[in-house]
Each structure stands twice: as C-alpha cells, then as structure tokens.
C-alpha cells in the first residue's frame, strides 16, 4: 500500500467528490492520504473531512504565501492540533517566488509555526521555495530538530536535502520528480536515504506523468512511487512499504 503525504482534498476542485476519489485511492493501492491545511479559515473543512473519513488526516496551519486570513499564533495552532487526526503543524515556511518586498512577516509566521511544533510535540510540513537558506537558517535557529517533519514537495538541491536530512527531517517528491525537465530533482531523489523518504501528489496541483494537464488527485501518488522507485532502482512494492512505513513513523497517524 502507498500513503499520499501532502494533499488538499478540501480544495473547490474536489468539491462533492470525496467518495469517488476515495475509491479511486483504493483501486490504486493508496491507502491513507494527508490533508494540508493552508489557512485558519479553512481548517474546520479539513478537520471535518478527516474525522469523516479513516482514510484521511490533516495538519493545521498558515501557508507562507496566505496574506488575507487571519494569523496564527502559538497558543492558538497548538488547540487546534490538540486533535487526535491532526497528525502535524503547516505547511508552514518561506516562499520567495510568488512575493516580494519585506518578508519579514512570513518569517516571523514561520517562527509562530515552529514554536507551535516543538510546544506540540508535533512535526512540521515545510514549504520552501526559492528560500533554502532562510529556511534552513530558521529551522536551526527555532531548534526545529527537537520535532523534525516533511520538506514537502521538494524541488531544491541535493544540498539542501542533505542539511535538511541532517536535520532530521524527512524529504518528499511530488509529481515534479516525473517531469522530463526535473534533472538535478532526479538526481536528488536517488539519493534520499530510503528511511527519510516520502511521495505526494500536492494534489490537486502538479498531476504526474502521464496525467500531465489534469486535476491531480491522491491515487496519482503511485505514479510519484514508480517513478521513485525506477530511479532508486528499487523494486517498487519495497518502496512503497518503506514510503508508508515512514509515514506513520513520522506523523504517528491513527490507521
């Protein structure tokens, strides 16, 4: 079975589909997938989706490009994951692509999460773009090691997934690692240890090889596997053991 570690089910492109994604999940061989949250205001859908459904649990917090909502604080996101299916805090981070200027409130936003995290006993979901230095510098500083998590969606550097790995936390990849284009990405994803490695589909963006063009959904994640696994040059149902392994080893999910 495989886990798809970093989804959005609560999304509008998944609007009154929940059942038929989910069944489209089992057929797959997909078996639990984590819902992400993104916003304060949205986290009462996410939750309400994962006590629904067994197959599904979920993380509280703000993404870093989110400038409308209300902003968290530590007291706050550390209530909100008291919860027995909320298995983390984030995505949180930096991203440096979509935003410009004084960037100091999306530091100090992903201060507020790593605070909460490490108050929580919880991990982290780490959103970094165009930000590995700042990210890193800022996870060393806030003792992030204490609580670890996921780089989600990891499109940067061997080098940074070595700091990142050395740091204790986990590297995931997503449907870039298909594309034609991902070289270093590639390259990357072969060298991930196999007890720090986890797959996704950041659904419903960034549909894999060969849906390319489509809503992305949990049951692509297998596509991310097999992909994984043929760089690796690793039988694919021992990737995925190990993948789903890591997974509840990680956010010690309810099952």
Request: hydrophobic share 40%.
């Amino acid at each position: 079975m495989l886990v798809d570690s970093h989804c959005h089910l609560d999304f509008p492109e998944f609007a009154g589909r929940i059942p038929t994604l989910l069944a489209r999940m089992a057929e797959a061989g997909v078996s639990h997938a984590l819902c992400a949250g993104v916003s304060l205001e949205r986290f009462p859908d996410i939750l309400a989706l994962a006590e629904a459904h067994p197959q599904i649990c979920c993380s509280v917090g703000v993404h870093p490009d989110g400038q409308d909502g209300e902003e968290p604080d530590v007291a706050r996101l550390v209530r909100l994951a008291d919860h027995p299916r909320v298995v983390a805090i984030g995505e949180t981070g930096l991203d440096y692509y979509r935003l410009t200027g004084d960037l100091e409130w999306q530091r100090d936003r992903f201060r507020t999460h790593i605070r909460a995290a490490r108050e929580c006993g919880k991990p982290l979901i780490v959103h970094t773009r165009e930000a590995a230095a700042d990210t890193l510098r800022i996870l060393a500083e806030e003792k992030a090691a204490e609580v670890g998590g996921v780089f989600h969606c990891f499109t940067e550097s061997w080098a940074t997934a070595a700091t990142a790995l050395d740091m204790g936390f986990h590297v995931s990849f997503s449907g870039i690692v298909t594309f034609k284009n991902a070289v270093e990405l590639k390259e990357v994803a072969r060298q991930v240890p196999a007890d720090r490695l986890l797959v996704e589909t950041d659904a419903p963006y960034l549909a894999t090889v060969p849906h390319r063009g489509r809503t992305n959904e949990p049951a692509y994640v297998r596509h991310v596997a097999d992909h994984v696994a043929a760089l690796r040059g690793a039988d694919f149902d021992e990737l995925a053991r190990r993948t789903t392994e890591n997974f509840f080893g990680l956010f010690r999910a309810p099952k």
